[in-house]
């Protein structure tokens, strides 16, 4: 292997990590706790919890729902999940409505995370790679090495969610805690919400609900 072709080589292997990277980090942006048990929050693991997404498809809130329900696991909860056939209505929050199915699964808290996108980029394949280094460019092709041309198609629109998390009482119907995360665009929906559900539940185990 020549000393261009293992530049070129490594080269790829930086930008697939930093792209993989940008694509798995989220951050909480905002978060709230009831004041009235900041300093005393009981903990939910070794409870139940009912978990819900809402979402702006069937698809996107199946597969949040499996990604909360994976997290809410590994901190020691166990997750149940609404009737599918609950009647929802428009003019409540879904928190509320999911109060007494959570009451009959003896349920402590209901979590809910509720999806809606936040950005949304043009996804260009423009990533060129030279003699001189690793540029990155946002034209119509893009040249590469000598005899090296890689072509650039039309790309696609990748979206961003932001995710806001709530916990609720069971026994109070009372919002105890609330924060909101936002991924950056990514055309991974899976890893996108996992690591939105990893950010906001990180989040309640540092104000100790779990």
Do not use: H, Y
């Not at 961003?160 to 609720?168: D, E, K, M, V, Y």
């Amino acid at each position: 292997m020549t000393r261009s072709l293992r530049n070129k080589t490594a080269f790829t292997a930086i930008a697939a990590t930093l792209v993989l990277s940008a694509c798995a980090s989220s951050k909480v942006d905002a978060e709230w706790t009831d004041p009235a048990l900041r300093g005393r929050t009981p903990s939910l693991r070794g409870t139940t919890v009912l978990v819900a997404c809402e979402a702006p498809d069937v698809a996107i809130r199946n597969i949040c729902q499996e990604q909360l329900a994976a997290e809410v696991t590994a901190r020691g909860a166990t997750p149940v999940f609404a009737a599918p056939d609950l009647a929802l209505t428009r003019d409540r929050a879904l928190d509320q409505q999911l109060l007494p199915g959570a009451k009959a699964s003896n349920a402590r808290a209901v979590l809910v995370l509720t999806l809606t996108p936040a950005a949304s980029e043009n996804n260009r394949p423009s990533l060129s790679f030279g003699l001189g280094g690793l540029g990155f460019g946002g034209g119509s092709a893009v040249g590469g090495g000598v005899g090296v041309t890689a072509p650039v198609g039309e790309g696609r629109v990748v979206t961003g969610f932001a995710a806001n998390g709530r916990i609720t009482d069971v026994s109070t119907g009372r919002l105890v805690w609330t924060a909101t995360a936002v991924a950056p665009p990514s055309k991974d929906l899976d890893v996108q919400f996992g690591t939105l559900s990893i950010a906001v539940l990180d989040s309640a185990s540092k104000a100790g609900l779990f």
